[in-house]
């Protein structure tokens, strides 16, 4: 990457283009806009259209008919393909572009966004693409009078919400499953960040994804989602976003046509160090990394430390050294390591987290505060909160931000026992040297996700998805595919 070919893209304006409906873009019903602000520098970035549930409709009622119609979803496997792998080109060819299109409104520096952001996409519509011609269905074993066939079938219209934190690596683990599996898809972006979903939906139309088949609708997630999530004609919700909203979409599908919703919400990981885990200097490196990579917004985010109270002192010491290491300032420039937090609102609200953890009786030992004011974005210094209790409303949230609260235990029994006393269940890490703890810890820990000796990083090949209410269903991997089919059996007699 060029850091000069990154101040060019970032120069240029970015005109208003509408919702993406039927392979085309409108203004929508209403032709209202919202204002999106940049968290570089706080100014005024692009006009994003405010979707109407007359909107909704309209791309509900086009991915229905492209559905029907069979344009795509009685397309070959072999075919889908095909365009699905052409559409991971043309994600791949442009992903600097793409890239800091989404780094502009969301804020996570360049270096990751490239990565976990654009090259993601373009791998995981790679993935599906080459799995759909090699998943088959089944014959039954029945007596020889008869015939039992279990099918394969798309559900038909999914509907897909996703945040802002990784718009396009979390809309790529929907859409491209979705796609691939024969279904329509209507995706509602965050509203402060849709501007690269919105390129995808170009680039899928450029690489022969037929009109109606992926439909992006933007706007608020009180009118737009809620509009999706009530619609009768959608069969199926992804979500990823937070418990509060889960729990909403949960009541959009009592009070409309049972849809099945499939949730991935918030998560309070814990990631245990114990005395014998085998180099504690590269344990507080990739712990720190852990939370305070993208300001902490990531859902597995490993904002709980825990730590063996032998070494407690020692280690919240070098975790704190390399938190105040990190280089925090604009995202686009390469030298960042850590880019701005999504808004003015988020970087409150984790500021009243410290506020609050403070009287609770926890001890800063590092950062806290709001840092680069001058620039008008909005930027916090990685923060280290020692001694948090496990009443602690530090210890029980989740703050989705830079905000490390860290808790001593005493032996293993104690350490599965802290790691489980929240109600989410998404992610953990355990760093020792002992097999066969580290067995126990990934059998002990209820979450979807255990990392041993490491702490993020699991790719495309395994599931992400939580237990408890952390959610349920699975992004990634081939388990990803499932819910996007219903089983259908045939019952045939010979
Ligand atoms: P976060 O805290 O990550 O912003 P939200 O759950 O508020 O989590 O947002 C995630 C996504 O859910 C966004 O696209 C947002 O617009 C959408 N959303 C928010 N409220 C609702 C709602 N009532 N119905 C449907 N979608 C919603």
């Not at 080459?130 to 269905?137: S, V």
């Not at 859902?299 to 010491?317: H, N, P, T, W």
Request: charged content about 20%; aromatic content about 6%; proline content about 4%.
């Amino acid at each position: 990457m060029d850091q000069s070919a990154i101040d060019t893209l970032r120069a240029q304006e970015i005109t208003p283009r509408g919702h993406f409906i039927n392979g085309a873009f409108h203004a929508g019903e209403t032709g209202a806009q919202h204002q999106v602000l940049s968290p570089i520098d706080g100014q005024p970035l692009a006009l994003i259209a405010e979707g109407s549930p007359v909107d909704v409709n309209a791309a509900v009622q086009a991915a229905r008919v492209a559905f029907e119609d069979g344009r795509w979803s009685r397309m070959a496997p072999a075919r889908r393909k095909k365009v699905l792998l052409k559409l991971a080109d043309l994600i791949e060819a442009r992903a600097l572009e793409i890239a800091v299109l989404g780094v502009r409104d969301n804020g996570t520096e360049i270096n990751m966004a490239y990565k976990a952001e654009a090259l993601s996409a373009a791998a995981t519509f790679r993935y599906y693409a080459e799995a759909i011609d090699k998943i088959y269905g089944q014959v039954a074993p029945t007596g020889h009078d008869v015939l039992g066939l279990v099918h394969h079938a798309p559900v038909g219209v999914v509907g897909a919400i996703v945040p802002w934190n990784f718009p396009l690596m979390i809309g790529s683990w929907k859409i491209a499953p979705a796609l691939a599996a024969g279904n329509s898809v209507v995706l509602k972006p965050a509203e402060s960040a849709s501007l690269s979903l919105l390129k995808i939906a170009e680039l899928a139309a450029e690489a022969g994804v037929p009109d109606g088949v992926l439909n992006v609708v933007t706007g608020r997630g009180s009118v737009v989602g809620e509009a999706l999530a009530l619609s009768m004609d959608v069969d199926i919700m992804v979500f990823t976003g937070s418990g509060a909203t889960g729990r909403q979409l949960l009541e959009y599908s009592a009070r409309s046509n049972l849809k099945r919703c499939y949730l991935e919400l918030g998560g309070k990981s814990a990631n245990i160090v114990f005395n014998d885990a085998p180099d504690l200097a590269e344990a507080a490196k990739v712990s720190a990394a852990g939370i305070f990579r993208n300001s902490g917004q990531v859902c597995v985010a490993g904002s709980r430390l825990l730590v063996q109270e032998d070494i407690y002192e020692d280690f919240v010491a070098e975790v704190s050294r390399h938190a105040e290491a990190f280089r925090v300032g604009d995202p686009l420039d390469l030298n960042s390591q850590i880019g701005a937090v999504h808004s003015l609102t988020e970087l409150e609200a984790n500021l009243d987290f410290v506020s609050k953890a403070e009287a609770e009786g926890a001890e800063r030992r590092t950062g806290g505060d709001r840092i680069l004011t001058e620039t008008g974005g909005y930027y916090m210094a990685p923060t280290v909160m020692a001694d948090v209790k496990e009443t602690d409303n530090l210890f029980q949230n989740e703050v989705f931000g830079p905000v490390l609260a860290v808790t001593p235990f005493k032996n293993e029994g104690e350490a599965i026992r802290l790691a489980n006393a929240t109600v989410y269940g998404l992610a953990g890490g355990v760093w020792t040297s002992n097999l066969s703890r580290a067995h126990r810890m990934v059998a002990g820990i209820k979450t979807g996700v255990v990392h041993v000796n490491t702490y993020g990083g699991a790719d495309l090949t395994v599931p992400l998805g939580g237990v408890g209410q952390s959610g349920n269903g699975h992004d990634k991997s081939l388990h990803a595919l499932e819910k996007y089919f219903d089983l259908k059996t045939a019952w045939i007699k010979l």
